[in-house]
C-alpha cells in the first residue's frame, strides 16, 4: 500500500492507493475513459473518505453505522448505458457498435450445427429442467431488457429498454420499455409482460441458472404505462445486469400455464427471429423477422444478417465433423486440439474452400476440470482428491502446444491469484483458517508438471501412492487400491461425447491400484444424471468471463446449490470459506475490493483439489466455410456459437454476413 505523506490522513493515503489500482486496470482495459472514470471514482472515495475514517475502524466497521457506499456504476440518472467500474465506451447518441457492419446485406442462409453437447431436441422452452430445447432458442429467439456489448469488460446498453434508472442506493433498478417493442405476435411489450417473465422465471422445475439470481429481488412493480421498477434485497450490481440480462416473453406465451408446463408452445417473443420449421429431434430451422422491432435500433443495427437460419443435431462430434467437411454446416468450433490440428486440414483448406483460424479473444476463462463428486464418501479426504491429480498428465495430453494449463479459477486475467496472499486477501482467509489447507495461505496454486525431468511422472505417481496411504487406501495382495474395509477404489468417468481420450489417466490410475471405467453415454442420459449427482467424474466447461459474476460463482460453488437438483454445483463443494468470498465479490464496491476477494477464492477452490485443472485457450479454434463478410473490426469478448455465458455473446452469428450478397464495401 501506498504510505500516508506527512500530514497526510490516513483515508487519504487509501485513497491513492485504490486509484493506483484503479488506473492500473484501466491501463489493461485500454480505455482513456477508463482512466478519467477512475479519476472520478477516487473524488467520490475523497469526498466520502473522512467520514468512513472517522465512523468506522478499517477492520471492523460499526454494526449500526450506515456504511458509506461507493458505487462503481451509473445511478441517480436515467441512462442509455450502464458500465461497472468505467464509464461505458459508447454515447447515448451513437449509431452502432464498432465490431458491426452497419450496412452489412440481409440475406441468405447460416447452417449451424449443435455448438454443445446436445445431440436432440424435445421441446422450445429453454428455461426449464425437463428436457432439451434447441441452442437457437436463447441465442436467436429471446431479446433480453438489455444487451452486453462486446468490446467492453462490463457495459450494459438498452434494449427492451430504452433508458434504465439505479437508484443511488442500489435500491432499485427501473426499465423504461422501448416505445417500439414489440412481441412477434406484434403485441406491444408492457411491464405487464416484463413482470410476468420475472415472476414465472422465479417458478419451481425453472433451471437455476435463470431462477437463483432472481431471489435477489424482493418484487416487480409496474410504475406506469412502460416503467418497471425491481426492488432490490440484495444491493449489488450483480442483481442490477442479471435484471438487465433478464429474457423477456410474452405473458400469453403457453396461455398463463406455469413455465414448468410450456414445452411445445411456439415461443411469443420479441427477438430477431421465429421458428419457421422443425422436424424433432434433429432438425430446427428459423426465419428472420421482416417486422423485428429492433433491427434500426443502435444496439442492433448490422446484426442479424442471415434471413434463414437452419440447425442440425448430430450424434456426436465425430459424426458433425465430417458432416461440416461434406458442406452441411457453415461454422465448427473445435474442442479437441488433436482433432483441430489432425482432421482440419486437407484439400477444401488448402483451396480457401474452408478457412482454419484461431479466433482470438480477450475474456477470461474459468475452469475447464474433471470434477470430482463430493458427495460420495471416497472424495471427501483432500488427500485422495490430490492424489488422482497427480495421476493426469497435462503435458502428455497437451503434447500438440494448443493449450495452457488451468492454474486457476479466473485464468487469463488479473483476478488470478498470484505468488502470497496480499494482506487484503490474509484478512478475508483468515477466519477460516482451521477448514482449509494449510497451502491456502502460502503460495498460490500451481499445478504439478511431469515435463522437468525424466522421472517427473513417476515421482508424482510415487507421492500420489504416498497420499492415498495416509488416506487410509493402500494396494492389496491382488493390485487393487482397497481401504481398511476391503472396498475396492474404482471410478466411472461419464463421458457424453469423445470416448478414448484419457487412456494415460487410466494407465496412470491402474499403477495407484484404481479402477477407471469411461461409460459412454448420449447427451440425454447425460443430462439426467448430472441432474441428480449421479456420477463419480465428469468434465465440465465452465463459462468464459470478463469480470467475477457471483451469481454464476455461487451457481457452481454455492453451498445450498450443492443440494439443488439441477443445479450447476456439479462437485458438491459445501464450505463457509466459498460462500463468504462469493459474498464478498458480490459486495465489493472497488476494483481493489473485487480483485482481493477473487484471488481469495482462487486460493480456496485451487488447494482443495475439488477438480483437476484442465486447460484454458485464449483463442477459439475454428474452421468455417468462406462464405462470409466479416467487419472490419473483431470483438474483443465473445464465443463463436454459443452464449457460454452474458459475457460471451456469438459474434460471427450475430454480426457476420453472407458475401455474396455484397454491393458495396465494409462499412466502417
Known sequence: MTAARPNQPPFLALIVCRAERFLLFAQQMGTAAAKLFAVAVVLQWSLGGAALAANASPSKPSENAAPALVVPIQTGVWTHALSAYQPPKYPANFTHFEYVNPSAPKGGKLRLANPDRRSSFDKLNPFTIKGVAPAAMEIFVFERLGTFAMDEPKSMYGLLAESMFVAPDLSSISFRIHPLARFSNGDPVLPDDVIDSFNRLKGKLVLPTYGSPLLGVERAVSVDTKTVRFDLKERSIDIIFTLGDMPIFSRKWGAGKPLSEVVTDQPIASGPYIISSMKMPSRFELQLNPKYWAKDLPARRGHFNFEQIVYRMYKDRDVGREAFKAGEFDILRELSARSYARQHTGPKWDSGQIIKSRLGVDTGAMLQAINLNLRLPRFQDVRVREAISLAWDFENYNRLGTFVRANSMFNNTPFAAEGLPSAAELALLEPFRASLPKEVFGTAFRAPRNDTHPNALREN?????????????????????????????????????????????????????????????????????????????????????????????????????????????????????????????????????????????????????????????????????????????????????????????????WTWWDKSLDTQPIAK
Open 461 to 653: 505417481l510415487k507421492r500420489a501412492a504416498k497420499l492415498l496411504s495416509e488416506a487410509g487406501w493402500n494396494i492389496a495382495a491382488d493390485g487393487k487400491l482397497r481401504n481398511a474395509k476391503g472396498e475396492a477404489f474404482s471410478i466411472e468417468f461419464l463421458e457424453p461425447s469423445s470416448p478414448g481420450r484419457f487412456v494415460e489417466f487410466e494407465r496412470n490410475l491402474k499403477i495407484l491400484g484404481i479402477e477407471f471405467k469411461e461409460r459412454l453415454v448420449d447427451f440425454a442420459l447425460f443430462r439426467k444424471r448430472l441432474e441428480v449427482f449421479d456420477y463419480d467424474m465428469i468434465i465440465i466447461v465452465e463459462g468464459k468471463f470478463t469480470l467475477p459474476n457471483p451469481s454464476n460463482l455461487r451457481q457452481s460453488y454455492g453451498s445450498k446449490e450443492a443440494d439443488q437438483k439441477a443445479s450447476f454445483n456439479y462437485r458438491g463443494v459445501k464450505s463457509r470459506a466459498v460462500d463468504a468470498l462469493i459474498e464478498r465479490i458480490k459486495a465489493a464496491t472497488t476494483m481493489d475490493e473485487l480483485t482481493d476477494a477473487s484471488r481469495a477464492l482462487d486460493r480456496v477452490v485451487m488447494w482443495n483439489h475439488w477438480q483437476i485443472p484442465m486447460l484454458f485457450t485464449r483463442s477459439e479454434p475454428t474452421s468455417y466455410w468462406n462464405k462470409f463478410g466479416i467487419p472490419n473490426v473483431k470483438a474483443r469478448f465473445f464465443s463463436v456459437d454459443t452464449l457460454l455465458d452474458v459475457h460471451s455473446l456469438p459474434w460471427p452469428l
